[in-house]
């Protein structure tokens, strides 16, 4: 098994200060937690690492102990217990995460505690699963509900921008979103596509429209002979990004209002259009 180096983990110099060490953590947990990447089975591996790091080096007894020892690890010397460690009692203070395992494979050592045996024996639970369903509006601003779980009241706040199937940690298990389809707005990752009827004069002569966002109503220029299809993107005012300060993107999409009768003046004026070669 490699040395884990816990410093390279969390992006510090072995000298790093408690306060270095503890900002370098908040950053990657915020960078790498499993809610802000849910679709990321990397992230979730990173994030435990960075954690398990950060156990072993804000705590000033186990830091210490792993800078003597990793400079064992390192030059592949094998202290014994007259070197000052006693060997049961510094595996068991870093049982449960990848150094704790590296000890046992660069001492030799067969110990195994009556913990270590029970964790062996108990399979792994999986999580139950519960669901719950938000409108596309209340995944846009974010919402609090409250639910009863077994007997237990919990209240869960969803973030602006959470998107669906994504999950939620729970005291008993985990929560799935699931968000209604909205008739106006289609999600793509953080942006938003909505296809916007203009008379047909918008197109052709250009100006102004006023467009109707989750935010409100937005006045957007429509440039001259527009082509019916054209795309107009609108910076900033489609979905937020989960858990940040951010927004993606709104994408109109123009298409023609019709309409289903003409008084004889557009008539005429149309046939003129046509004459003319329009």
Do not use: W
């Amino acid at each position: 098994m490699s040395f884990t180096d816990y410093y390279k983990e969390l992006e510090v110099p072995r000298t790093a200060s408690d306060d270095e060490i503890k900002k370098s953590f908040r950053r990657l947990a915020r960078q790498f937690h499993p809610d802000t990447n849910p679709d990321t089975p990397a992230a979730e591996e990173r994030f435990k690492k960075i954690s398990e790091a950060y156990d072993v080096l804000s705590d000033p007894t186990k830091r210490a102990k792993y800078d003597q020892l990793s400079q064992y690890s390192q030059s592949g010397r094998r202290p014994g217990g007259a070197q000052g460690f006693p060997m049961d009692d510094v595996g068991d203070m870093f049982q449960g995460t990848s150094f704790g395992d590296m000890l046992s494979e660069l001492f030799g050592t067969q110990r195994t505690t009556q913990r270590q045996r029970t964790q062996r024996r108990e399979a792994p639970q999986p999580r139950r699963v519960f669901s719950v369903t938000l409108t596309f509006l209340e995944a846009f601003n974010g919402a609090a509900k409250r639910f009863t779980i077994d007997g237990k009241t919990i209240d869960v706040t969803f973030k602006p921008g959470i998107a669906n199937a994504q999950r939620l940690r729970v005291p008993d298990g985990e929560l799935e979103v699931t968000v209604t389809p909205d008739p106006r707005y289609r999600r793509e990752g953080n942006d938003l596509h909505v296809t916007e009827p203009v008379a047909l004069s918008a197109l052709l002569l250009g100006g102004t429209h006023n467009v109707v966002t989750p935010r409100g109503t937005l006045a957007v220029n429509i440039p001259q002979c527009s082509q019916l299809g054209k795309v107009l993107r609108i910076k900033g005012q489609g979905m937020p990004v989960y858990g940040g300060d951010s927004r993606g993107d709104l994408y109109v999409e123009l298409t023609i209002t019709m309409p289903s009768t003409l008084t004889p003046e557009q008539q005429t004026l149309i046939e003129q259009l046509r004459e003319s070669g329009l």
